[in-house]
C-alpha cells in the first residue's frame, strides 16, 4: 500500500477517501476496508511458511444492491477507483427489481483496538520459535518419547484491518491467531496429541504456558493409561442410549448444528445456493416460540470474550458487537445478524422491546472477500451445579459415553453424524471401549433430549478454523464450515461443557445397508 | 455502463511475471537460485437470492511464492502485491528462513532438472473475459425471472475468472499458461420449503453455458420435487444422474488413483480410521505391489484425462504456491488411461517419484476426468422404464470418506430425488443419507447413459485449478442407502 504520494498519510485516510469516493459517485452507504494479513505456520519436517497479503477493497450500497471492488494493495487513484466501480457495479444490479436495504443506525466507530494478548508472536524471532521446538524435540528424545514430525506444527496468524464508513466510522483493529498441534508418541502410531494447543486469540505465552516439556515428561504415563483405557475394544450394539458426551463432543455440535442453523442469512435462503441452508427458516414465526432444544438449553454469542477466536471491538462494519442469546431455555430467541439482516427481524425485536441493532457478525476474510454474516464466538451455558463428566456418567444406567467427538450434518442441519471415542456406560459404571459406532443424529430430537449437564469444570473452549492445517489457500471441504461464494471461513470459538442426551440412535457407522 | 478499470489487464501477463521474476533476481542475495510461482486472478461474480443479486464482486488478487534456494537450504515466502518494496522484503525474508536450514548441495535436485514437456490446451475465451459486471448483472436478472414467474425462489451464482500460473527461476526456466473459467450453478426452492431442485456447469468458455437451459431444468426439479414422501433406507436400483457420478466418483481421485509408489496415505487431515493402505494396493514391501492389470471396475467403463481433450480441457500443471514447493514439485499433467475397459493401467506418482523408478517425468493427478463408456448407451428414461423399483439421484451433497481401502464414503441425496415404481417415476421422496463405496458401484452397473460434463465448482477459489469432469449416467444395483433426513 503506497502512502508516500504526500496525497495521503495513514490508511485510515486513504481508507475514507474510498469510502468518500463511493459516497460521491452516488452511494447511499459505502466502507472500504485496508487489510494486512500474516499466517505463519510452523512444521517439524522443515516447513516454515510465511504468507503475507494485503489488499483493499470498497462495498458501495444503490438503491437496495451491492456492489464490491478489490485488489491487492494500491494508492490514492486505486482505491477511488475501485470506489467507482464498486458504485457502477451495485447500480447496474440495481435495475433489477426495487430492493430495500435498512442499515439501521449506529454509533461511530472511532479509534484504535489491538487484541491484548501476553506476547505477540511476531515480535518472538523465527530463529527463537524454531531453537523452541527443537529443544522440545531433543527434550522428548531425553525423556524416551517422540514427537511427530508431520502430524505436527504451530501456526501463528495477524490481522491487521482499517475500515472506515461513509456513516464516518474510521477505525484500525488488529487481532491474534495463535495455535498448534503436537502430536508424540512412544512407538508409532499411538500417538495422543500434547494439550493446551487450541487454537485462540492468543500470543506466544500460549505456547509457554502449554509447558510442553512436562507434557512430554508425563507422556509415558498418559499412553500407559490411554492403552489401558482402550484394552478389550468390542464393536458397538446398533440402538438407542444416553449418550453422555465432553466438553469438546458438545462444542462441535454446537457449532455444526444451532451454530450453523442460527445464522439468519442461511434460514433467509442467502446461501441456498452455497453454504446451506438452516432448519430455523421461518425467522419470524419462530422467533420467541421455537423448542430448538430442552430447556437446559441455552446458547450465547459473543464476540468479546478474552483469549477467543472471533473476539474483535468493531466488526467489518463498525458496529460494536454484543453478547446476546440464540437460544433461551431451549428456545430460539434470536440470530447472528449483520446491520442489513437486523432490520429483517425487526417486527419481532419491537414486539419484545429489543433494540433492532446489528450483533456486529459482518467479517470477511480480509479486504479482498466480501464481508459476509459469520459465526461469532458461541457458548453453551453450563449447569450451575458443579457435576462432572463422571457425576453425568453416574446417573445413567445403559448409556455411552462419547469423548473427542466431531460432528457434521446435512446442508440444512437437520440431521447428521457424531463420531468420536465411545465407551460403554452400565448401571453408571464405565465398561469396555466400543468401536465402530457413530450417533445417527436428528438435530432437534438431539439438544430436545438434552436432559443433563456438567458444571463449569466440564467446559473446554474449543477452536472452529481452518488452521493449522497447512494448505491455507485450498478448500478443505467438510473439516469446517465455509460460506459465501467465493468460500470464506473465519475463525471463531466454541465453549461447551459435558451433557447427557437421551435416547440417541448409535449406528455402525461402515455399516451398509 | 461498464467499469471504470475493466479494461486495464486484470491478471499479471506472462510479461508481467517475467518482468516481475527479473526485478525479483535483482534484489536477491547470498547467491543460489530463485523460484517465483505466480497464481494470478481476475474473478467476477455475481449472486442472487429469493430472486434478487444479493451480492456481487470484482476482484484482482495474486499468489507469488517466492523460493531462495541457497545450496539446497530452501525459504518460502508467500505474498500477493507486486511492487518492488514487496518483492524485497520476501526476498530477504525467504533467505532468512533458508539460513534456518541446512544446506544440502546433494538434494539440490531441481538445479540439474531439464523442464518436463508441457501440453497448450486453448483454454482462454473472449465471451468469459469479457462478462463483465454489466453483463453479469443482466444475465442474473433475467434467469432470477424465470423462478419468480413460476412462483419459486431462486438462488445463483455466475462466476467468470481469467487467471495465469507461472513458474519462473533465475535459472532460465519457465513456464507460463493462461485460462479462463466460468460457472453457473442455481437451486431454485419452493417458497414453503417444501421442494428444491439444482443444476449447475462450468466451462472454460462462457458461451457453453446454456444458462437459461440450466435455470429450467433447477425450476422443473424444485416443482416434480415437492412434498416427497418418506421411503424406508435400504438398498435400492440407483439411477445416479451425471452430477451424482461425478459428485461420487470426485473421491476417487482425491483419494484413491495413487500409490504406486507410496502406498501410504500420508494426509493427516483425514478423519481416524481413514488412513492406511490405498484401495489399488495389496501390499507394502517390498516394492508396494498393486493391482495394476487386474480388473477393477466394470469393463464397459474406461477412466482417462487429457488436458488437450477438447472437451474436458483443463491446465497441463498446478502452481498452487506455497507449502515449500520448488519446480521440482510443480505436477505437470500428461495425457493418461488410469482404467481402460475396466483393468487398472495406471496409479498416479511425483516426479520425484518417477526419477526414483528411472522414469524422466512424474504422473500426477489433476483430479479432471473423462469416464467413457463401450457399447450401448442408455438415456435416463430408458433406464427409469427398465427399473421395477429404485430410485433417481440428482445430486450428492459432500461425500466423506470413511475407508480408504474400499473407497466407502457417506454423504446425502438432495435437490431432487424421486422413486421410480414399474418403470416411471411414482413420487418425490425425502433425501436419504447414503453408505457406499465408489469400487462396489462401479463394478454393480447395470446400464450407462451418454457421458457429459458436470459441474466441478471450486473455481471462485482464487487458487483453485480446474478439475473439470465428463461422466455418464449410472444404474447402480443395490446402491446402499441408510439413512432419512428431513433436510430439502
Given at each position: 500500500m503506497?502512502?508516500?504520494?504526500?496525497?495521503?498519510?495513514?490508511?485510515e485516510?486513504?481508507?475514507?477517501?474510498?469510502?468518500?469516493?463511493?459516497?460521491?459517485?452516488?452511494?447511499?452507504?459505502?466502507?472500504?476496508?485496508?487489510?494486512?494479513?500474516?499466517?505463519?505456520?510452523?512444521g517439524?519436517?522443515?516447513?516454515w511458511?510465511?504468507?503475507?497479503?494485503?489488499?483493499?477493497g470498497?462495498?458501495?450500497?444503490?438503491?437496495?444492491?451491492?456492489?464490491?471492488?478489490?485488489?491487492?494493495?494500491?494508492?490514492?487513484?486505486?482505491?477511488?477507483?475501485?470506489?467507482?466501480?464498486?458504485?457502477?457495479?451495485?447500480?447496474?444490479?440495481?435495475?433489477?427489481?426495487?430492493?430495500?436495504?435498512?442499515?439501521?443506525?449506529?454509533?461511530?466507530?472511532?479509534?484504535?483496538?489491538t487484541?491484548p494478548?501476553?506476547?505477540?508472536?511476531?515480535?518472538?524471532?523465527?530463529?527463537?520459535?524454531?531453537?523452541?521446538?527443537?529443544?522440545?524435540?531433543?527434550?522428548?528424545?531425553?525423556?524416551?518419547?517422540m514427537?511427530?514430525?508431520?502430524?505436527?506444527?504451530?501456526?501463528?496468524?495477524?490481522?491487521?484491518?482499517?475500515?472506515?464508513?461513509?456513516?464516518g466510522?474510521?477505525?484500525?483493529?488488529?487481532?491474534?491467531?495463535?495455535?498448534?498441534?503436537?502430536?508424540?508418541?512412544?512407538?508409532?502410531?499411538?500417538?495422543?496429541?500434547?494439550?493446551?494447543?487450541?487454537?485462540?486469540?492468543k500470543?506466544?505465552?500460549m505456547?509457554?504456558?502449554?509447558?510442553?516439556?512436562?507434557?512430554?515428561?508425563?507422556?509415558?504415563?498418559?499412553l500407559?493409561?490411554?492403552?489401558?483405557?482402550?484394552?478389550?475394544?468390542?464393536?458397538?450394539?446398533?440402538?438407542?442410549?444416553?449418550?453422555?458426551?465432553?466438553g469438546?463432543?458438545?462444542?462441535?455440535?454446537?457449532?455444526?448444528?444451532?451454530?450453523?442453523?442460527t445464522?439468519?442469512?442461511?434460514?433467509?435462503?442467502?446461501?441456498?445456493?452455497?453454504?446451506?441452508?438452516s432448519?430455523?427458516?421461518?425467522?419470524?414465526?419462530?422467533?420467541?416460540?421455537?423448542?430448538?432444544?430442552?430447556?437446559?438449553?441455552?446458547?450465547?454469542a459473543?464476540r468479546?470474550?478474552?483469549?477467543?477466536?472471533?473476539?474483535?471491538k468493531?466488526?467489518?462494519?463498525?458496529?460494536?458487537?454484543?453478547?446476546?442469546?440464540?437460544?433461551?431455555?431451549?428456545?430460539?430467541?434470536d440470530?447472528?445478524?449483520?446491520?442489513?439482516?437486523?432490520?429483517?427481524?425487526?417486527?419481532?425485536?419491537?414486539?419484545?422491546?429489543?433494540?433492532?441493532?446489528?450483533?456486529?457478525?459482518?467479517?470477511?476474510d480480509?479486504?479482498?472477500?466480501?464481508?459476509?454474516?459469520?459465526?461469532?464466538?458461541?457458548?453453551?451455558?453450563?449447569n450451575?451445579?458443579?457435576?462432572?463428566?463422571?457425576?453425568l456418567?453416574?446417573?445413567?444406567?445403559?448409556?455411552?459415553?462419547?469423548v473427542?467427538?466431531k460432528a457434521?450434518?446435512?446442508?440444512?442441519?437437520?440431521?447428521?453424524?457424531?463420531?468420536?471415542?465411545?465407551?460403554?456406560?452400565?448401571?453408571?459404571?464405565?465398561?469396555q471401549?466400543?468401536?465402530?459406532?457413530?450417533?445417527?443424529?436428528?438435530?432437534?430430537?438431539?439438544?430436545?433430549?438434552?436432559?443433563?449437564?456438567?458444571?463449569?469444570?466440564?467446559?473446554?473452549?474449543?477452536a472452529?478454523?481452518?488452521?493449522?492445517?497447512?494448505?491455507?489457500?485450498?478448500?478443505?471441504?467438510?473439516?469446517?464450515?465455509?460460506?459465501?461464494?467465493?468460500?470464506?471461513?473465519?475463525?471463531?470459538?466454541?465453549?461447551a461443557?459435558?451433557?447427557?442426551?437421551a435416547?440417541?440412535?448409535?449406528?455402525v457407522?461402515?455399516?451398509?445397508? | 455502463?461498464?467499469?471504470v478499470?475493466?479494461?486495464?489487464?486484470?491478471?499479471?501477463?506472462?510479461?508481467?511475471?517475467?518482468?516481475l521474476?527479473?526485478?525479483?533476481?535483482?534484489?536477491?542475495?547470498?547467491?543460489?537460485?530463485?523460484?517465483?510461482?505466480?497464481?494470478?486472478?481476475?474473478?467476477?461474480?455475481?449472486?442472487?437470492?429469493?430472486?434478487?443479486?444479493?451480492?456481487?464482486?470484482?476482484?484482482?488478487?495474486?499468489?507469488?511464492?517466492?523460493?531462495?534456494?541457497?545450496?539446497?537450504?530452501?525459504?518460502t515466502?508467500?505474498?500477493n502485491e507486486?511492487?518492488?518494496?514487496?518483492?524485497v522484503?520476501a526476498?530477504?525474508?525467504?533467505?532468512?528462513?533458508?539460513?534456518l536450514?541446512?544446506e544440502?548441495?546433494?538434494?539440490?535436485?531441481?538445479?540439474r532438472?531439464?523442464?518436463e514437456?508441457?501440453?497448450?490446451?486453448?483454454?482462454?475465451?473472449?465471451?468469459?473475459?469479457?462478462?463483465?459486471?454489466?453483463?453479469?448483472?443482466?444475465?442474473?436478472?433475467?434467469?432470477?425471472?424465470?423462478?419468480?414467474?413460476?412462483?419459486?425462489?431462486?438462488?445463483?451464482?455466475?462466476?467468470v475468472?481469467?487467471?495465469s500460473?507461472a513458474t519462473?527461476?533465475?535459472?532460465?526456466?519457465?513456464?507460463?499458461?493462461?485460462?479462463?473459467?466460468?460457472?453457473?450453478?442455481?437451486?431454485?426452492?419452493?417458497?414453503?420449503g417444501?421442494?428444491s431442485?439444482?443444476?449447475?456447469?462450468?466451462?472454460?468458455?462462457?458461451?457453453?453455458?446454456?444458462?437459461?437451459?440450466?435455470?429450467?431444468?433447477?425450476?422443473?426439479?424444485?416443482?416434480?420435487?415437492?412434498?416427497?414422501?418418506?421411503?424406508?433406507?435400504?438398498?435400492?436400483?440407483?439411477?445416479?444422474?451425471?452430477?451424482?457420478?461425478?459428485?461420487?466418483?470426485?473421491?476417487?481421485?482425491?483419494?484413491?488413483l495413487?500409490?504406486?509408489?507410496?502406498?501410504?496415505?500420508l494426509?493427516?487431515?483425514?478423519?481416524?480410521?481413514?488412513?492406511?493402505?490405498?484401495?489399488?494396493?495389496?501390499?507394502?514391501?517390498?516394492?508396494?505391489?498393486?493391482?495394476?492389470?487386474?480388473?477393477?471396475?466394470?469393463?464397459?467403463?474406461?477412466?482417462?484425462?487429457?488436458?488437450?481433450?477438447?472437451?474436458l480441457?483443463?491446465?497441463?500443471?498446478?502452481?498452487?504456491p506455497?507449502?515449500?514447493?520448488?519446480?521440482?514439485?510443480?505436477?505437470?499433467?500428461?495425457?493418461?488411461?488410469?482404467?481402460d475397459?475396466?483393468v487398472?493401467t495406471?496409479?498416479?506418482?511425483?516426479?520425484?517419484?518417477?526419477?526414483?523408478?528411472?522414469?524422466?517425468?512424474?504422473?500426477?493427478?489433476?483430479?479432471?476426468?473423462?469416464?467413457?463408456?463401450?457399447?450401448?448407451?442408455?438415456?435416463?428414461?430408458?433406464?427409469?422404464?427398465?427399473?421395477?423399483?429404485?430410485i433417481?439421484?440428482?445430486?450428492?451433497d459432500?461425500?466423506?470418506?470413511?475407508?480408504?481401502?474400499?473407497?466407502?464414503?457417506?454423504?446425502?441425496?438432495?435437490?431432487?430425488?424421486?422413486?421410480?415404481?414399474?418403470?416411471?417415476?411414482?413420487?418425490?421422496?425425502?433425501?436419504?443419507?447414503?453408505?457406499?463405496?465408489?469400487?462396489?458401484?462401479l463394478?454393480?452397473v447395470?446400464?450407462?447413459?451418454?457421458?457429459?460434463?458436470?459441474?466441478?465448482?471450486?473455481?471462485?477459489?482464487?487458487?483453485?485449478?480446474p478439475?473439470?469432469?465428463?461422466?455418464p449416467?449410472?444404474?447402480?444395483?443395490?446402491f446402499?442407502?441408510?439413512?432419512?433426513?428431513?433436510?430439502v
Open positions: 503506497r502512502l508516500d504520494d504526500g496525497a495521503v498519510t495513514t490508511w485516510e486513504l481508507a475514507q477517501r474510498g469510502a468518500a469516493a463511493a459516497k460521491r459517485a452516488g452511494a447511499q452507504y459505502a466502507d472500504a476496508r485496508l487489510s494486512r494479513t500474516v499466517i505463519h505456520p510452523l517439524f519436517t522443515g516447513i511458511d510465511w504468507y503475507e497479503t494485503i489488499g483493499v470498497v462495498r458501495a450500497l444503490v438503491d437496495g444492491y451491492w456492489g464490491f471492488t478489490a485488489v491487492p494493495g494500491g494508492d490514492l487513484v486505486t482505491v477511488e477507483e475501485l470506489a467507482r466501480d464498486a458504485v457502477a457495479q451495485a447500480r447496474m444490479n440495481a435495475r433489477g427489481t426495487p430492493r430495500t436495504v435498512e442499515l439501521g443506525s449506529i454509533p461511530q466507530a472511532v479509534g484504535r483496538w487484541m494478548v501476553g506476547i505477540d508472536p511476531f515480535t518472538v524471532p523465527f530463529e527463537e520459535k524454531l531453537a523452541m521446538m527443537q529443544s522440545w524435540v531433543d527434550y522428548a528424545h531425553e525423556v524416551g518419547v514427537i511427530d514430525p508431520p502430524a505436527s506444527g504451530l501456526h501463528f496468524i495477524r490481522r491487521e484491518r482499517v475500515v472506515a464508513t461513509s456513516d466510522s474510521r477505525f484500525t483493529q488488529t487481532v491474534y491467531e495463535s495455535g498448534g498441534k503436537i502430536m508424540a508418541e512412544k512407538v508409532q502410531n499411538s500417538s495422543l496429541p500434547l494439550e493446551g494447543l487450541t487454537a485462540a486469540g500470543g506466544w505465552e505456547v509457554l504456558d502449554a509447558d510442553i516439556p512436562a507434557q512430554l515428561r508425563a507422556l509415558p504415563g498418559r500407559a493409561a490411554h492403552q489401558e483405557r482402550e484394552k478389550n475394544p468390542k464393536p458397538v450394539q446398533v440402538g438407542r442410549y444416553t449418550v453422555v458426551c465432553d469438546a463432543t458438545m462444542a462441535s455440535l454446537l457449532e455444526r448444528t444451532l451454530g450453523i442453523a445464522q439468519l442469512d442461511r434460514a433467509m435462503g442467502y446461501e441456498a445456493n452455497a453454504s446451506g441452508m432448519f430455523l427458516d421461518e425467522p419470524l414465526e419462530m422467533l420467541g416460540t421455537y423448542q430448538v432444544g430442552s430447556p437446559l438449553v441455552t446458547v450465547t459473543n468479546s470474550a478474552p483469549g477467543q477466536l472471533a473476539t474483535v468493531w466488526d467489518d462494519e463498525g458496529v460494536m458487537p454484543d453478547a446476546f442469546p440464540l437460544v433461551k431455555d431451549g428456545i430460539l430467541v440470530y447472528q445478524t449483520t446491520r442489513e439482516q437486523a432490520t429483517w427481524l425487526a417486527p419481532y425485536y419491537r414486539k419484545v422491546n429489543k433494540a433492532v441493532r446489528s450483533h456486529g457478525c459482518a467479517a470477511g480480509d479486504a479482498l472477500s466480501i464481508p459476509l454474516q459469520q459465526m461469532p464466538n458461541l457458548a453453551l451455558a453450563p450451575a451445579t458443579n457435576d462432572s463428566l463422571d457425576d456418567v453416574s446417573n445413567v444406567s445403559k448409556g455411552i459415553l462419547l473427542e467427538g457434521r450434518t446435512d446442508f440444512q442441519t437437520r440431521a447428521g453424524i457424531l463420531t468420536g471415542v465411545m465407551r460403554e456406560i452400565t448401571n453408571g459404571r464405565l465398561g471401549p466400543l468401536v465402530g459406532g457413530a450417533l445417527n443424529f436428528d438435530t432437534r430430537d438431539l439438544w430436545k433430549h438434552v436432559e443433563a449437564l456438567g458444571g463449569p469444570a466440564t467446559c473446554v473452549t474449543a472452529a478454523t481452518p488452521f493449522p492445517y497447512p494448505a491455507a489457500f485450498e478448500r478443505l471441504g467438510g473439516l469446517y464450515p465455509v460460506k459465501g461464494e467465493p468460500p470464506q471461513h473465519l475463525s471463531c470459538s466454541i465453549q461443557g459435558a451433557a447427557a442426551v435416547n440417541q440412535p448409535v449406528i457407522l461402515m455399516r451398509k445397508a | 455502463m461498464t467499469d478499470s475493466f479494461e486495464r489487464p486484470r491478471f499479471l501477463t506472462e510479461s508481467d511475471c517475467h518482468d521474476a527479473k526485478r525479483l533476481e535483482g534484489v536477491t542475495s547470498g547467491g543460489g537460485y530463485t523460484v517465483v510461482q505466480i497464481a494470478s486472478a481476475w474473478t467476477g461474480v455475481v449472486r442472487w437470492a429469493r430472486n434478487q443479486i444479493s451480492t456481487a464482486s470484482d476482484v484482482r488478487d495474486n499468489a507469488i511464492s517466492i523460493t531462495r534456494n541457497i545450496r539446497g537450504a530452501m525459504g515466502v508467500s505474498i507486486t511492487t518492488d518494496a514487496s518483492l522484503a526476498a530477504r525474508q525467504a533467505e532468512r528462513i533458508a539460513r536450514h541446512p544440502r548441495p546433494q538434494s539440490d535436485l531441481a538445479t532438472l531439464p523442464l514437456p508441457q501440453e497448450r490446451p486453448e483454454l482462454f475465451s473472449e465471451a468469459t473475459y469479457q462478462l463483465d459486471a454489466d453483463r453479469r448483472s443482466v444475465a442474473a436478472t433475467a434467469l432470477a425471472r424465470t423462478a419468480t414467474a413460476a412462483g419459486m425462489l431462486s438462488a445463483g451464482d455466475i462466476v475468472t481469467a487467471r500460473l519462473l527461476d533465475t535459472e532460465g526456466r519457465k513456464l507460463y499458461f493462461q485460462y479462463t473459467a466460468a460457472e453457473y450453478h442455481v437451486t431454485v426452492r419452493d417458497p414453503r417444501v421442494g431442485g439444482w443444476a449447475g456447469i462450468d466451462h472454460h468458455d462462457w458461451n457453453m453455458i446454456d444458462a437459461a437451459k440450466l435455470t429450467a431444468t433447477a425450476l422443473d426439479k424444485c416443482l416434480r420435487s415437492r412434498n416427497p414422501v418418506r421411503v424406508e433406507p435400504g438398498r435400492y436400483t440407483t439411477i445416479l444422474e451425471p452430477q451424482a457420478v461425478g459428485d461420487f466418483m470426485h473421491g476417487l481421485f482425491t483419494n484413491g495413487w500409490g504406486e509408489r507410496q502406498p501410504m496415505n494426509n493427516t487431515n483425514l478423519a481416524p480410521g481413514t488412513g492406511g493402505i490405498g484401495p489399488f494396493n495389496k501390499v507394502l514391501k517390498p516394492i508396494p505391489y498393486t493391482n495394476l492389470g487386474e480388473r477393477v471396475i466394470d469393463e464397459r467403463l474406461s477412466i482417462s484425462a487429457d488436458p488437450r481433450d477438447p472437451e480441457g483443463f491446465p497441463p500443471y498446478s502452481a498452487v506455497g507449502n515449500g514447493v520448488d519446480q521440482f514439485t510443480v505436477p505437470v499433467y500428461h495425457k493418461v488411461t488410469w482404467i475397459h475396466g487398472l495406471r496409479l498416479a506418482y511425483t516426479r520425484e517419484d518417477g526419477i526414483n523408478m528411472g522414469q524422466a517425468l512424474g504422473l500426477p493427478n489433476s483430479g479432471a476426468f473423462r469416464v467413457s463408456a463401450e457399447g450401448k448407451t442408455s438415456t435416463i428414461e430408458e433406464m427409469i422404464g427398465t427399473t421395477k423399483r429404485g433417481v439421484v440428482t445430486r450428492f459432500s461425500p466423506t470418506l470413511l475407508d480408504l481401502r474400499s473407497q466407502l464414503y457417506r454423504g446425502y441425496t438432495r435437490d431432487g430425488l424421486w422413486l421410480v415404481e414399474d418403470g416411471r417415476i411414482s413420487k418425490p421422496i425425502k433425501n436419504l443419507a447414503f453408505t457406499e463405496s465408489i469400487l462396489f458401484a463394478n454393480n447395470e446400464q450407462i447413459g451418454t457421458p457429459q460434463r458436470v459441474f466441478c465448482g471450486s473455481m471462485t477459489m482464487p487458487f483453485n485449478v478439475q473439470p469432469r465428463i461422466v449416467a449410472l444404474k447402480i444395483r443395490d446402499s442407502f441408510t439413512a432419512l433426513t428431513d433436510a
